[in-house]
């Protein structure tokens, strides 16, 4: 069989491995790190039908959810583009990972996915929507969210409806499973876990599969959470927050009727997976990342300020006098400096990628200089020049937390 995956990201990047080991041809197309670089809000279905000729199924994983994305191009748009495309070039199965809620959901992320999926029923190919719940595994975003919450000292409960979370093997799994149904095939299937259950509870779940032992929760009042989602701060957006409190399960007998098997428990599933010490760190670290950028920005921010507001000018430009720069020309190098640090601040507040590693850069030029012309500086008891270690350590720890934008 060879099968096109559009979309290889968490879910489509288990698929793909799941494909391949059972002998499948498969096609990854996606924004990065996929067979074919394609872009599913730009590309119309002639694209499409050109790239799916000789394909025997379309399975599209693609999908978005944070602040600003573009729900319409990707979900509906696209994805109407993609099928439209996979009709044309003769494809006889498509299989579309939808979001359990899509059918009556309010939120633009729903609508844009209920789209999708009403324009595929009406097709002329074998076609099934599957619409998970909470997604569990190594790699996903919600797992890596929810992992970092519950490693913190006290475990936010952040409320909402139930969730019935499914591991990924068992969603993989239903996928394969759907691929090999003989044909016509016309289904709806809600891809649930068998236990409905708080998003405490998974948390709970998580940090005892990291081993970090028993830990109380603290409510988070709903007006944080609503402002952290309008400020845009985090990976919380306002279609999340609202499908956090309208809940997200479904009865699962529908789900091992259509497909032959019962999910398994995800703690079930995690004990079969341990967690490494990658995981643990993994997840300490997430929440720190957003307090370690503050400080490093901070840091920028104060060697660009102190020098303009605080420090007297010719205290600023003595040193450079053994460069030869004097007068008009030191007073211009230290703005220029100063303005530097305050742009690396902004890069690093603003979250523009590498902007910790261009800070590495001008500190190492800084060092470079001033360890020649005033190496006594390194014998300095507050540490002028040593204290640049510290920081460099900070700024790649920050760069390597970086993730990899969708």
């Given at each position: 069989?060879?099968?096109?995956?559009?979309?290889?990201?968490?879910?489509?990047?288990?698929?793909?491995?799941?494909?391949?080991?059972?002998g499948?041809?498969?096609t990854?197309?996606?924004?990065?790190?996929?067979?074919?670089?394609?872009?599913?809000?730009?590309?119309?279905a002639?694209?499409?039908?050109?790239r799916?000729?000789?394909h025997?199924?379309?399975?599209?994983?693609?999908?978005?959810?944070?602040?600003?994305?573009?729900y319409?191009?990707?979900?509906?748009?696209g994805?109407?583009a993609?099928?439209?495309?996979?009709?044309?070039?003769?494809?006889?199965?498509?299989?579309?990972?939808?979001?359990?809620?899509?059918?009556?959901?309010?939120?633009?992320?729903?609508?844009?996915?209920?789209?999708a999926?009403?324009?595929?029923?009406?097709?002329?190919?074998g076609?099934?929507?599957?619409?998970p719940?909470?997604?569990?595994g190594?790699?996903?975003?919600?797992?890596?969210?929810?992992?970092?919450?519950?490693a913190?000292?006290?475990?936010?409960d952040?409320?909402g409806?139930?969730?019935?979370?499914?591991?990924?093997?068992?969603l993989v799994?239903?996928?394969?499973?759907?691929?090999?149904?003989?044909?016509?095939?016309?289904?709806?299937?809600?891809?649930?876990?068998?236990?409905?259950m708080?998003?405490?509870?998974?948390?709970?779940?998580?940090r005892?599969?990291?081993?970090?032992?028993?830990?109380?929760?603290?409510?988070?009042?709903?007006w944080?959470?609503?402002?952290?989602?309008?400020?845009?701060?985090g990976?919380v957006?306002?279609d999340s927050?609202?499908?956090?409190?309208?809940?997200?399960?479904?009865?699962?007998?529908?789900?091992?009727?259509?497909?032959?098997?019962?999910?398994q428990?995800?703690?079930?599933?995690?004990?079969?997976?341990?967690a490494?010490?990658?995981?643990?760190?993994?997840?300490?670290?997430?929440?720190?990342?957003?307090?370690?950028?503050?400080?490093?920005?901070?840091?920028?921010?104060?060697?660009?300020?102190?020098?303009?507001l605080?420090?007297?000018?010719?205290?600023?430009?003595?040193?450079?006098a053994?460069?030869?720069?004097?007068?008009?020309?030191?007073?211009?190098?230290?703005?220029?400096?100063?303005?530097?640090?305050?742009?690396?601040?902004l890069?690093?507040?603003?979250?523009?990628?590498?902007?910790a590693?261009?800070?590495?850069?001008?500190?190492v030029?800084?060092?470079?200089?001033?360890?020649?012309?005033?190496?006594?500086?390194?014998?300095?008891p507050f540490?002028?020049?040593?204290?640049?270690?510290?920081?460099?350590?900070?700024?790649?720890?920050?760069?390597?937390?970086?993730?990899?934008?969708a």
């Open positions: 069989m060879r099968v096109m995956i559009v979309g290889g990201g968490f879910i489509g990047g288990h698929l793909a491995g799941r494909l391949r080991a059972e499948c041809a498969v990854v197309a996606g924004r990065r790190s996929a067979d074919i670089a394609c872009d599913l809000a730009r590309d119309d002639t694209v499409w039908t050109e799916l000729c000789g025997d199924a379309l399975v599209n994983c693609a999908g978005v959810l944070a602040a600003g994305a573009d319409d191009g990707v979900h509906a748009r994805a109407i993609l099928f439209d495309g996979a009709a044309r070039a003769g494809v006889a199965r498509v299989v579309q990972i939808s979001a359990l809620g899509a059918s009556e959901g309010t939120t633009a992320y729903h609508r844009s996915k209920r789209a999926d009403e324009h595929l029923t009406k097709l002329d190919l076609w099934a929507i599957v619409r719940s909470l997604v569990v190594r790699g996903g975003g919600s797992t890596a969210l929810f992992s970092a919450l519950a913190l000292p006290l475990m936010p952040i409320g409806g139930m969730v019935q979370p499914i591991a990924i093997a068992d799994d239903a996928i394969w499973r759907l691929l090999q149904r003989p044909l016509p095939m016309s289904l709806v299937v809600d891809a649930v876990g068998p236990q409905p708080r998003i405490l509870d998974l948390m709970a779940i998580l005892h599969w990291l081993g970090l032992g028993v830990a109380s929760s603290l409510p988070v009042p709903r944080m959470l609503r402002a952290v989602a309008s400020l845009g701060i990976p957006t306002r927050l609202t499908m956090l409190e309208a809940g997200n399960a479904a009865p699962v007998e529908p789900f091992v009727t259509a497909l032959g098997f019962l999910p428990p995800v703690a079930q599933f995690l004990a079969a997976h341990p490494t010490h990658g995981d643990v760190l993994a997840a300490r670290l997430v929440p720190m990342e957003p307090a370690l950028r503050g400080l490093l920005a901070a840091v920028w921010l104060a060697g660009g300020l102190v020098p303009l605080l420090t007297p000018m010719g205290r600023n430009t003595h040193l450079l053994r460069l030869g720069l004097t007068g008009e020309a030191a007073i211009g190098t230290v703005w220029a400096g100063s303005l530097a640090d305050m742009t690396v601040a890069a690093l507040i603003l979250r523009c990628r590498g902007a590693l261009v800070g590495v850069a001008l500190m030029a800084y060092s470079l200089i001033l360890a020649a012309i005033a190496p006594e500086l390194w014998g300095d540490g002028a020049l040593v204290k640049n270690l510290a920081v460099l350590g900070l700024s790649l720890a920050i760069n390597a937390m970086e993730k990899l934008r």
